[in-house]
């Protein structure tokens, strides 16, 4: 169970450091309107995941439940969808690009647009059913309670990590904009952890 959850953790760590739309907005907003409303931000799109733990958990569970074949074929098709979105990071831009004279808004507004971000994205689902099935370490103990160990752990990564992309935001931003290998690299880091965690899924 230690060495999964470290393992997890790392992966997650790992994603919550490349620049994506979430921590890129959270950014944004961060040099617009200040760390508080990064923060704020970040706490909206954190809030988001508990639905999709707990839809995960309790459907992820009845098919593991059902039959083990089916629950082996969701693990492949998320493997699968890991190596599109490597595939996706390995076409995509180096250039990191952030939104300028982004719009001031209040705190409330902006956990509100967070939340609604998270739960309006169908990608986010589907990255959670690629993501979270591989790192379960007993299908034969309560799934449910794993999921949300799972879900609870990736949520208080993100936060953390977010929540520092709002705390060094004039900083960050100088790197991305300054350095220009920066984009390559986590470019790369990006590829690394969809590929290795495609690998951890699918290797009994």
Do not use: R
């Amino acid at each position: 169970m230690i060495e999964t959850l470290i393992s997890f953790s790392i992966a997650t760590l790992a994603l919550a450091i490349s620049p994506g739309p979430d921590n890129i907005y959270v950014l944004t907003q961060s040099l617009v309107n200040g760390t508080k409303s990064g923060i704020a931000t970040t706490a909206g799109l954190i809030s988001g995941c508990i639905v999709h733990t707990t839809l995960l958990a309790f459907g992820v569970s009845a098919i593991i439940t059902a039959s083990e074949e089916i629950f082996y074929g969701i693990k492949v098709l998320g493997a699968c969808y890991l190596l599109y979105l490597a595939y996706k990071v390995y076409n995509s831009d180096e250039h990191i690009a952030l939104a300028e004279n982004a719009p001031k808004k209040s705190y409330a507004q902006l956990f509100k647009t967070g939340v609604i971000m998270n739960l309006v994205n169908p990608k986010v689902m589907i990255f959670f059913l690629a993501f979270f099935p591989g790192f379960l370490w007993d299908k034969e103990g309560n799934t449910v309670a794993q999921f949300y160990i799972l879900g609870i752990t990736f949520m208080v990564i993100s936060f953390l990590t977010f929540s520092s992309i709002a705390l060094a935001a004039g900083q960050i931003s100088t790197l991305l904009l300054k350095w220009k290998s920066m984009g390559t690299v986590l470019k790369w880091l990006q590829i690394v952890v969809f590929v290795g965690i495609a690998i951890f899924i699918l290797v009994p």
